[in-house]
T-cell receptor, first 110, second 115 residues
Framework: SQQGEEDPQALSIQEGENATMNCSYK?????LQWYRQNSGRGLVHLIL?????REKHSGRLRVTLDTSKKSSSLLITASRAADTASYFC??????????FGKGTMLLVSP | DSGVTQTPKHLITATGQRVTLRCSPR?????VYWYQQSLDQGLQFLIQ???????AKGNILERFSAQQFPDLHSELNLSSLELGDSALYFC??????????????FGEGSRLTVL
């Protein structure tokens, strides 16, 4: 069963715009990760944020975590056509292993 | 290239049959994870092995089984296949097998079609 739920399910923007995706989860977590998947390919790790961190940056990516609201957001700045992919949040609560949401499909048009 | 190798890339078979999917983890990684991805269920965790031992179990059906061999490669066996088993099966690996405290490296997946 999914722990994280991404929102929106799909997002369409123009190159150069920013893209924001949100993830909500139900139970307490140790950390949260974001992954990217190009159509039909394997997932690629983007960033990991621990439960005691509020914000983290990596290149054009900015991730925030609000444990009181049980939510996280992924911001991609100055989007490029190559950013077109599905983005997944994955949570770890100390049990089992990483649990993925159903993802947000991002389409960046030139 | 993640360094995780999965074979076969595509597989088409009939209901009732049995298939084996193979995964070679990244060099140095001791843990292997299997995930199933379908349109309706999303990405579902099946099972995790660490250095040959089962470490965690998820939504794996009784018709499915897996193992990790001494050379650390892993196989996922799917038997008595049903139409609903059609999906992308991913293998991922990590160094320490700590589940969520480290990033996972995913293979390109094995696409199974059951007719």
């Amino acid at each position: 069963s999914q722990q994280g739920e991404e929102d929106p399910q799909a997002l369409s923007i123009q190159e150069g715009e920013n893209a924001t995706m949100n993830c909500s989860y139900k139970t307490s977590i140790n950390n949260l990760q974001w992954y990217r998947q190009n159509s039909g390919r394997g997932l690629v790790h983007l960033i990991l944020i621990r439960s005691n961190e509020r914000e983290k940056h990596s290149g054009r990516l900015r991730v925030t975590l609000d444990t009181s609201k049980k939510s996280s957001s992924l911001l991609i700045t100055a989007s490029r056509a190559a950013d077109t992919a599905s983005y997944f949040c994955a949570t770890y609560s100390g049990y089992s292993t990483l649990t993925f949401g159903k993802g947000t499909m991002l389409l960046v048009s030139p | 290239d993640s360094g995780v190798t999965q074979t076969p890339k595509h597989l088409i078979t009939a209901t009732g049959q049995r298939v084996t999917l193979r995964c070679s983890p990244r060099s140095g990684d001791l843990s292997v994870y299997w995930y199933q991805q379908s349109l309706d269920q999303g990405l579902q965790f099946l099972i995790q092995y660490y250095n040959g031992e089962e470490r965690a179990k998820g939504n794996i059906l009784e018709r499915f089984s897996a193992q990790q061999f001494p050379d650390l490669h892993s196989e996922l066996n799917l038997s008595s296949l049903e139409l609903g088993d059609s999906a992308l099966y991913f293998c991922a690996s990590s160094k320490r097998g700590t589940g969520g405290f480290e990033e996972l490296f995913f293979g390109e997946g094995s696409r199974l079609t059951v007719l």
